[in-house]
């Protein structure tokens, strides 16, 4: 779906621009009907616009007196169109082009640079193609269940699992979710695999797509596949979109294939994204010590050094789950 978002989006936008020109073209056609007076002004207003443009190719005595009157004339014939539609029941602007999004008159850009409604749209389409509207609606909060999580402390750890998720995570979860477009925080989630890791992230990109961030959610093994396209194929929109989304989820880090490429690829991409201050929440199945032993130096530093670490641990909740549905 990344791939082709450019195209899609550039389609939406043409959608709105024939919606708008068709029901404007409707809607003079019935006021050429009902107030032929309104059609006739429009089409002197036309003329003149057309003088106007034209004027500086144009030999005129007095050029200055003669700009004037014509931008007078269709000042006059502006206020008498607006009137005469007025006083006929019709609002002011009933004849006028109508846009969506007036900052960019429905083509995405200003300039060069990107419409806030650009993003918008972006946010829909991903979360529609992405069949995350499908995850997400049982993977949100609201079926977040904090008892799969046991009260009992085992091993080391200082906290039993329901206390270190409900007394560390959660609210630190939330606080990350609440003053998400202030933090520069970069989230690890890491423990072993059935702890709620990916279900947790779920939750999150539910909730910031629901506010609008974009929140790209991809594999580690997916980032892999996309990071040579984006050396091979020179594919540049997708780079930008995961450089530049408002949160990349990366789940389960470590179970995607290590080679030299993608350890020096994905070294450089969490560098870029580190150096741009772009969010990312990573997970992994893996301790931090054999995270330090599968990735390099260069790569752990980061991780361990610009993330905020958050340990999972506790039985397996799928494990449970299944069990406690076979009861
Ligand atoms: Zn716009």
């Avoid at 989230?187 to 999150?204: A, D, H, P």
Wanted: net charge positive; charged share 30%; with cysteine.
């Amino acid at each position: 779906m990344i791939k082709g978002y450019k195209e899609e989006i550039s389609k939406i936008y043409s959608r709105i621009r024939e919606y708008e020109d068709s029901a404007l073209k409707k809607r003079k056609l019935e006021i050429s009907e009902k107030i032929p007076e309104v059609s006739n002004i429009e089409r002197k207003i036309a003329k003149f616009c057309i003088d106007l443009s034209v004027l500086s190719f144009k030999d005129v005595d007095n050029r200055e007196q003669y700009l004037k009157d014509l931008r007078e004339k269709i000042t006059d014939l502006r206020v008498k169109k607006s009137e005469l539609l007025v006083s006929n029941g019709y609002p002011i602007d009933y004849v006028s082009r109508n846009y969506k999004c007036t900052k960019c008159k429905d083509t995405g850009y200003i300039g060069s640079k990107q419409c806030t409604c650009y993003r918008q749209k972006l946010v829909k389409l991903y979360y529609k193609n992405s069949h995350l509207d499908i995850i997400l609606k049982n993977n949100n909060f609201e079926h977040f269940n904090i008892n799969y999580y046991s009260s009992s402390r085992t091993g080391e750890e200082p906290k039993s699992p329901r206390r270190n998720i409900e007394e560390k995570i959660i609210p630190d979860v939330m606080d990350y979710i609440k003053n998400f477009s202030s933090v520069n925080t970069n989230l690890l989630f890491y423990g072993n695999s059935g702890t709620g890791k990916t279900f947790l992230s779920n939750c999150i990109a539910k909730d910031l797509l629901d506010k609008g961030f974009l929140v790209i959610y991809r594999t580690a093994d997916d980032l892999i596949h996309d990071l040579k396209q984006i050396k091979f194929e020179n594919n540049s929109t997708l780079e930008d979109l995961l450089l530049n989304c408002d949160l990349l989820i990366l789940d389960d880090l470590g179970t995607e294939q290590i080679t030299d490429f993608s350890s020096s690829e994905f070294f450089n991409f969490l560098n870029k994204k580190l150096l741009m201050n772009k969010k990312m929440l990573i997970s992994s199945n893996y301790s931090l010590e054999k995270l330090s032993k599968t990735y390099s130096e260069r790569i752990t530093s980061r991780l361990f050094g610009n993330f905020k670490l958050f340990k999972f641990y506790g039985e397996d909740i799928r494990v449970k789950i299944n069990f406690s549905r076979q009861k």
